[in-house]
């Protein structure tokens, strides 16, 4: 069963006014849910939004029940009319508690299937039902949302595609739309949501794009001393049905290393279901864990990351204590201890 967004009081975007320092400033407490934009009221790309939020001049404070940031040119703003509902109008005051869409199983998502292989086109039918005795005539929304871990970590998205058109249904029928959603699209691998919004009410569908490629990284050994090597080995594989050309690879975290800054290299042809192995001889001057980041992408296709590290010791040290007695004459025997720490 698929998991859709909630409908209700749901992570509207929140400005509030604090006092620092005996000055009132505006601030941007939106809690970072990862509540997918547009359900909510949910920020309007504006100029307000845009350019002026991350700088904020000082202003009395406002009510509790208005929304209001401060612009240099003009002073205080009410944002309301910046905000949109979930259906594309412009909120009002009322509905700054979140709007309330209704899940609706006469709207059915689905895609053709759960999962995509990397520059596959992913298909999606929606259909409307109309159980009524008398015709329907509405608009259909298809949004299509990034939930990626990785995404939903920055908070309230907007969608990555948006179709919008005019239904009519007759009484007692229903129709159904396709949308084709291609790579230029999700344009990396992923989690998607895709939700179809019907004159207020909706319904949802998820679908995965898998990895284009896999990367395995291991440093041997995993702890060395100062300056000492260790051999960095990195594979890459291709997941895809179809070879990949111009792989790009590059290997961050290797400052102060013995061979630079980074790792930059280019893969002309990488077969279906083939690797491309490599390895470096590598060390550092300084002691610390160091992590070294590896990425894989070509142009206009997936992006895939990881990460590995080493851990770079002092050498050991040699301490000498004289033990008993401190003082000798001569010829006399004294005891010596040691120990390397």
């Known amino acids: 069963m698929t998991t859709c967004i909630p409908t209700k009081n749901f992570n509207f975007h929140c400005w509030d006014e604090a006092k620092i320092s005996g000055t009132w400033l505006g601030y941007d407490s939106t809690p970072l849910t990862g509540s997918l934009n547009g359900f909510g009221p949910a920020p309007r790309s504006s100029s307000y939004f845009q350019e002026e939020m991350t700088e904020m001049v000082p202003g009395p404070t406002g009510k509790s029940t208005a929304l209001y940031t401060y612009k240099a040119a003009v002073g205080r703003v009410n944002l309301v009319s910046s905000y949109i509902s979930a259906t594309g109008v412009t909120a009002n005051g009322s509905e700054l508690g979140g709007t309330s869409l209704i899940l609706d199983d006469s709207i059915i998502v689905e895609v053709s299937k759960p999962e995509y292989e990397f520059g596959e086109d992913a298909l999606i039918n929606v259909t409307v039902k109309n159980d009524q005795d008398t015709e ?79 990367i395995t990284a291991v440093v041997e050994p995993s702890e060395v001393k100062i300056n000492e090597l260790f051999t960095l080995s990195v594979d890459v594989t291709n997941l895809m049905d179809t070879s990949a050309s111009n792989v790009k690879v590059a290997i961050g975290g290797l400052y102060g290393s013995n061979i630079g800054e980074s790792i930059k290299y280019t893969i002309d042809t990488l077969g279906s279901g083939k690797t491309d192995s490599k390895t470096w001889q590598i060390s550092f001057p300084s002691r610390g864990v160091h992590s070294l980041n590896i990425a894989v992408y070509t142009q206009g296709g997936d992006f895939v990351s990881g990460r590995v590290g080493v851990k770079v010791m002092e050498p050991p040290r040699f301490f000498l204590e004289v033990a008993n007695p401190e003082e000798v004459g001569l010829g006399q025997i004294f005891s010596v201890t040691g120990d390397y720490c």
């Open 136 to 214: 329907v005539v509405g608009t259909l929304t298809l949004r299509l949302h990034d939930v990626t871990p990785r995404e939903l970590a920055v908070g309230p998205l907007s969608p990555i595609y948006n179709n919008i058109q005019t239904i009519t249904i007759p009484p007692y029928s229903q129709i159904t739309k396709s949308f084709v959603i291609s790579q230029s699209v999700y344009d990396n691998h992923g989690n998607y949501l895709a939700t179809a919004v019907v004159n207020g009410r909706y319904n949802c569908a998820r679908f995965e794009v898998l990895k284009a490629f896999e």
